[in-house]
């Protein structure tokens, strides 16, 4: 109840993440009816492989996403402020677009044009971040792994330890 009295559903911050995946499946629409449009108009292929090039980072983000969110929830604890950091800067690309909209429906194309430049680079960078955060959360489970096979291991020769010593107090019942 205390969770959902802060706008939080059962599954946790899930609001916060179906907003981002959201904005990542608008934008990667705005990039295939980009792509569309360039194709139409003949444009060199150098900036249309830049524009698939952003589809498929689109693409992978989201996928990230939904297998980081199908059954994990948050990330670790020792990754919770990057992730943060991260999350912020989404937010931050998303309002430079809408500016960047509605400098253009003033008439005000040049800053427009700049801020979706920026807004691209920041994506960018973004986007990087996001993949090396991953890879660390990857090699963190990893590790996790590992340790988590040494403790079944040790777990297993406790179990067999207690069967023998079961077994051997049964016979010295039996004996008796």
């Not at 008439?107 to 801020?115: C, N, Q, R, S, Y």
């Amino acid at each position: 109840m205390e969770s959902k009295a802060k706008g939080r559903s059962e599954k946790g911050d899930r609001p916060g993440i179906d907003k981002e995946v959201h904005r990542l499946k608008e934008r990667l629409q705005d990039l295939r009816a980009k792509e569309q449009k360039m194709r139409e108009a003949n444009a060199p292929e150098q900036e249309l492989a830049e524009v698939r090039e952003q589809i498929s980072g689109m693409e992978r983000e989201l996928k990230m996403i939904h297998a980081r969110h199908a059954g994990h929830g948050e990330p670790p604890p020792e990754f919770r402020a990057q992730a943060e950091k991260l999350e912020i800067a989404g937010r931050r690309i998303h309002h430079l677009r809408v500016a960047a909209e509605n400098l253009k429906m003033a008439e005000m194309h040049d800053l427009a044009h700049k801020l979706m430049e920026q807004a691209e680079a920041m994506e960018r960078d973004v986007h990087e971040a996001k993949q090396r955060l991953a890879a660390e959360m990857h090699k963190g489970h990893e590790r996790h792994g590992e340790h988590g096979s040494d403790v079944a291991r040790e777990l297993k020769e406790e179990i067999q330890r207690l069967r023998a010593e079961v077994k051997e107090l049964r016979q010295k019942f039996e004996q008796r």
